[in-house]
């Protein structure tokens, strides 16, 4: 028999349908930066709509404040330009009153990880089911070039001239520590991939977070030129891919061995080393998932990047709708009269 969450939570289907990247690219001019890394994030995202088979009408994008901001006038959908940090709970509340929608966040690493840190940690812990790309260029851009809660001690901004003396938030570390279910990061320059971590969030049943690398040319330009230049990233990256061992460098010839629980470099053409050596990559250990995103910071390993974590865990707006749907069988459909009333009132 079908239950009122299963017609509720019922994914939408575009049947007839046939869009392409065109239908969701709005007649208005992209007011980014020349060289701006969200501008080499809306193309995936742009491609990527095509394929999820739902109706425009059933996708949202929702942001705060900041050059992210501008995302949702750049996509064809439904969207909604929130206040500074609180683009969370503004698609919280949507996806629990409209289950049947995609919801997708876009945001910053000031927004969301400053004034906005606090609505983040709740939301990966309540596992709302939505998608949060953060655009991590380690500095605020849309005023001018402050140090953030991601730019590095000793990081010379306009509001630190003799360095920051902070050390930064680990976003994808963050994520893990609220019990976000599913948590990754891509970069700007590889649009492909960017595009594959894009459809892995959204097939996933559950609050995911994708941290977004995007060069900021004004105020923080080459800040991971290191890890997204192909010159260089293949040296300095390790891509994360489920059931596959952690290989990196020109030639995979090198790999990431744990010693204990600490993460080590082994290189395959020497001391007798195989590929059997090498650490495999499961996105279901948490544990795993811990290690790997301390390795961001570090000045040895390669930093990680595609996901660190995928979990199944029932979603907050299913559980909101069972509880719903629970009281109405024990109670029947209540009188909505008789609620506001209550049980003492008069007429006068």
């Not at 996806?95 to 997708?104: E, G, Q, T």
């Not at 020109?250 to 061995?257: L, R």
């Not at 609620?339 to 007429?347: D, P, R």
Request: glycine residues 8%.
């Amino acid at each position: 028999m079908k239950t009122l969450i299963d017609d509720i939570l019922q994914k939408p289907h575009a049947g007839e349908m046939q869009y392409t990247s065109k239908d969701f690219k709005p007649d208005v001019d992209v007011r980014w930066c020349a060289g701006c890394g969200a501008i080499s994030v809306l193309s995936p995202a742009q491609r990527l709509m095509p394929d999820l088979g739902i109706p425009k009408e059933k996708i949202v994008f929702i942001s705060g404040i900041g050059c992210s901001g501008r995302f949702p006038y750049y996509m064809d959908t439904y969207g909604f330009h929130g206040i500074h940090g609180r683009a969370l709970p503004i698609a919280s509340g949507l996806k629990i009153a409209r289950p049947d929608l995609s919801v997708w966040i876009v945001t910053g690493d000031g927004d969301n990880m400053s004034i906005g840190g606090n609505h983040f940690i709740h939301a990966c812990r309540r596992n709302v089911d939505m998608n949060v790309l953060m655009f991590n260029n380690e500095v605020y851009s849309l005023t001018k070039g402050q140090y953030s809660p991601t730019s590095h001690r000793g990081q010379i901004t306009k509001s630190s001239p003799l360095g920051a003396l902070d050390d930064p938030f680990n976003p994808v570390a963050l994520a893990l520590g609220a019990s976000a279910s599913f948590v990754a990061r891509g970069h700007d320059k590889d649009r492909a991939q960017l595009q594959q971590l894009l459809q892995k969030a959204h097939q996933h049943k559950g609050f995911s977070f994708v941290e977004i690398y995007t060069n900021c040319r004004i105020f923080n330009d080459g800040a991971f030129d290191l890890y997204t230049n192909a010159e260089t990233r293949e040296e300095h990256t390790v891509w994360l891919e489920h059931g596959m061992p952690l290989l990196f460098g020109k030639k995979k010839d090198k790999g990431i061995k744990l010693d204990g629980f600490k993460p080590t470099i082994i290189n395959l053409n020497e001391n007798g080393n195989s590929i059997n050596d090498v650490l495999v990559h499961n996105e279901q250990d948490s544990t795993l998932a811990f290690i790997l995103a301390n390795m961001t910071y570090s000045e040895e390993l390669p930093r990680p990047m595609g996901t660190l974590q995928n979990l199944e865990r029932s979603s907050y707006e299913e559980r909101v709708v069972k509880q719903i749907e629970d009281e109405v069988n024990l109670k029947g459909e209540g009188n909505l009269e008789s609620l506001l009333l209550g049980e003492s009132h008069w007429t006068i």
